[in-house]
C-alpha cells in the first residue's frame, strides 16, 4: 500500500514556466517535508511544515513555494525554473512527538528543464 | 549551522567483503538515523540510534553511535548484492529536522 505518494513520477517543462509538484500521504503525519536531491548528491531540505506551520530553510532560493491546504496534501511550487533547478524532488513525512522520528520518502518526482 | 560530514564517498568490494562507512557531526547530535538508497529509488529508514554508545544489529548489518554522540558507523559484513546502494545518516537536528550526510555509494562485485 502506498503511504506517500508523488505526482507527476516525471515531469517536464520549459525554462522559466511555472511547475506544480504535489505529495499526498495515506499516514497522517503531523510533517511534511520537500527536499531537492542532484544527482550523487544527499537530499537537500528546502522546507517542512510542522501542521500548518511553513518552516523555511534559510538557503531555499525564494522561486521554490510551498502549499499545504490539510493534512494529506502538500505541494511544491517552483514559480520560474531555471536549469539548475533540475533534480530530484523527494516527499518526505514524519510523526512528531518531541523526538525525531523515521522519516517515510515518496518516489520522487524528476523534473527535467529544457 | 550544524554538519555531518560522511566518508567515504565511494566503495567498491568483492561480493562476501565488509563494508564500513563512517559519520561524523560537527555537534552533539540528540540522535542519528541511516538510511538507504537503492538506485534510481527514495531513500529508506533503516534504523535510528538515541543513546551514547548504542550498538544494534540487523542481521548483517550493525550501527554504532559514538560516546559523545558526534560520530556513527554502519558495518556490513559478508556483503551481497543486494547491499548495493546509497547509505545515508542523518542527525536529528531539533525534533523535527535532519541533516544528511553526503552518502557513501556502495558497489559490489559478484
Known amino acids: 500500500d502506498a503511504m506517500v505518494i508523488q505526482n507527476p513520477r516525471y515531469q517536464v517543462t520549459q525554462f522559466g514556466k511555472p511547475v506544480t509538484l504535489s505529495c499526498s500521504q495515506t499516514?497522517?503525519?503531523?510533517?511534511m517535508y520537500w527536499y531537492q536531491q542532484k544527482s550523487s548528491q544527499a537530499p537537500k531540505l528546502l522546507f517542512h511544515?510542522?501542521?500548518?506551520?511553513?518552516?523555511n530553510e534559510a538557503d531555499t532560493p525564494d522561486n521554490f513555494q510551498s502549499r499545504r491546504p490539510n493534512t494529506s496534501f502538500c505541494f511544491l511550487d517552483i514559480r520560474s525554473p531555471g536549469l539548475g533547478d533540475a533534480a530530484m524532488y523527494l516527499c518526505?513525512?514524519?510523526?512528531?512527538?518531541?523526538?525525531?522520528?523515521?522519516?517515510?520518502f515518496g518516489p520522487g518526482t524528476r523534473l527535467t528543464v529544457t | 549551522g550544524q554538519q555531518v560530514m560522511q566518508i567515504p564517498q565511494y566503495q567498491h568490494v568483492q561480493e562476501g567483503e565488509d563494508f564500513t562507512t563512517y559519520c561524523n557531526s560537527s555537534?552533539?547530535?540528540?540522535?542519528i538515523q541511516w538510511y538507504k538508497q537503492r538506485p534510481g529509488g527514495h531513500p529508506v529508514f533503516l534504523i535510528q540510534?538515541?543513546?551514547?554508545?548504542e550498538v544494534k544489529k540487523q542481521k548483517r548489518l550493525t550501527f554504532q553511535f559514538g560516546e559523545a554522540k558526534k560520530n556513527s558507523s554502519l558495518h556490513i559484513t559478508a556483503t551481497q548484492t543486494t547491499d548495493v546502494g546509497t547509505y545515508f545518516c542523518?542527525?536529528?537536528?531539533?525534533?523535527?529536522?535532519?541533516?544528511f550526510g553526503q552518502g557513501t555509494r556502495l558497489t559490489i562485485n559478484p
Open positions: 518526505a513525512t514524519s510523526r512528531t512527538a518531541g523526538t525525531t522520528y523515521e522519516q517515510y
Open positions: 499516514l497522517n503525519h503531523n510533517v
Open positions: 511544515y510542522y501542521d500548518k506551520d511553513f518552516n
Open positions: 555537534t552533539t547530535l540528540s540522535n
Open positions: 540510534l538515541v543513546k551514547s554508545g
Open positions: 542523518a542527525g536529528g537536528q531539533g525534533a523535527q529536522k535532519l541533516v
